[in-house]
């Protein structure tokens, strides 16, 4: 079955860095793409970076655009969020979604707290 499982969050400080991965299983990885959203305490979750199977594409929400970049290794079955310049409105829960046909499939999440 399809499974996406998130790794690399903790407690930073503001200005600092992180790198979240996501190793997923079930279906060809390569064929599809990857989303990264996240959701903070109190708020509503939302979209963060997408990544295409092809080319590939990316597309980021206007909150991450330049300090967040999405990649992907189609050898590993590895989705990355290298995160730079981080915020503590950056803090949340992050998560990664598999868009497999027309079903998503989440991952439990990985919290990343930002201390100011």
């Known amino acids: 079955q399809v499974q996406v499982v998130e790794s690399g969050g903790g407690l930073v400080q503001a200005g600092g860095s992180l790198r979240l991965s996501c190793a997923a299983s079930?279906?060809?990885?390569?064929?599809?793409?990857m989303s990264w959203f996240r959701q903070a305490p109190g708020k509503e979750r939302e979209f963060v970076a997408t990544?295409?199977?092809?080319?590939?594409?990316?597309y980021y929400a206007d909150s991450v655009k330049g300090r967040f970049t999405i990649s992907r290794d189609n050898a590993k079955n590895t989705v990355y969020l290298q995160m730079n310049s981080l915020k503590p409105e950056d803090t949340a829960v992050y998560y990664c979604?598999?868009?497999?046909?027309?079903?998503?499939?989440w991952g439990q999440g990985t919290q990343v707290t930002v201390s100011s």
């Open positions: 990544i295409s199977w092809t080319n590939p594409g990316t």
């Open positions: 079930g279906f060809t990885f390569s064929s599809y793409a």
């Open positions: 979604v598999a868009r497999v046909l027309t079903r998503d499939y």
